[in-house]
């Protein structure tokens, strides 16, 4: 370990060193999960599972995609789920005096 007499550093350095070891401190943690997940891996493959069954989680991500609800009348690219913020072409349209029923995606 180092021994740094801080008390000698000016704001300059200081503000570097909180820097250093704040990284310093992410990588470690980094590092630390990523062994972890390697030695929680190898024991559920020593089982015979992987751990995505043991945890019931798929490798597809986080989870189910809402499909869109509404489409842009004359750009069919631009859709939007009705969730969320909306869409500036949503928001023009409503002051244009259009409803959201006009942009549905009738199904």
Do not use: C
């Not at 989870?63 to 842009?72: D, L």
């Amino acid at each position: 370990m180092h021994n740094i007499d801080i008390e000698q550093l000016d704001l300059a350095e200081l503000k570097q060193l909180r820097k250093d070891v704040d990284r310093a401190i992410e990588s470690y943690e980094k590092r630390k999960k990523q062994e972890a997940l390697a030695a929680a891996e190898a024991a559920a493959k020593e089982s015979g599972y992987t751990l995505s069954e043991l945890l019931g989680t798929t490798a597809k991500g986080k989870g189910k995609v809402n499909p869109p609800k509404y489409r842009h009348p004359e750009n069919p690219e631009l859709t939007w789920t009705g969730r969320g913020r909306q869409p500036d072409w949503i928001k023009e349209g409503l002051q244009a005096g259009k409803s959201l029923e006009d942009f549905l995606i009738v199904k």
